[in-house]
């Protein structure tokens, strides 16, 4: 639910237009559906965390290392994140997914970092409003079922004079990528519940977040964001 109501019908007839817009033509999937596809994946998460960092450390580093205060990781996974941030940055992650935090569980209990991970749907978040600094995700606005709703929560969540730090990827600005990843969606979204070939910045201007800042990387598929809350 979002920190204010904002408005007039008019208003939130735009935002349902908008919503609609990002989510058209692509497969419905449900909590259910994703809980259960990262069941299955998360020692191969776990397993190749090191892959992971590897590809997308820098992105991380640049725009996570200078999160500060309470920082939230909405859909944390394994945790990756929890090691780019600030030093003095307090991390909480949540995920929906129970294997996947059993993972991140073994995996930050190493770290120096005070850290509390949750089970909980990014979609309806179980904090207060304005309780975090900062608010991060990354690669997860592909998997949400419904991205807008989770974004909004992030929003909610965030102080008012707080950032919202997102790293996404999508479809690539290289015409032959694009294309193969149009072409592969539905069997990449079958087997990952993963839109990969989602348009980041026009998922994010479908919510009520307000983008200050974005640029990409690697052929266009990454992208970085920097918002306020709405
Ligand atoms: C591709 S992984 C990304 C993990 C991590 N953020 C990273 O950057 O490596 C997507 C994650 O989103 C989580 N997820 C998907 N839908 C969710 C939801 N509605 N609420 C919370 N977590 C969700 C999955 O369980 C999974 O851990």
Redesign the pocket.
Known sequence: MAKTDGGDDEASTVADTKRASVLAGQQPHT?AD??ET?REQATT?ARMDWL?RAF?GRYRRALFGDATGRVL??????G??AQYLGHDAEYVG????GA?LTAARQRLDDTPRETTLYE????ELDFPDDSFDTVI????T????DPVA?LSEMGRVCAPDGRILL?EHGRSSVGPIAWLQDWRADAHFEKHN?RWNQEPLAVVAASPLRISESSSAFLGMITAIEACPG
């Open positions: 909590i994703v809980k990262y998460m992971n997308s990781d909405v859909a944390c996974g394994v990756t994140n949540i995920d929906i997914s996947v909980m749907d990014a979609q995700s990354s690669l997860s592909c998997t949400f079922p989770a790293l993963c």
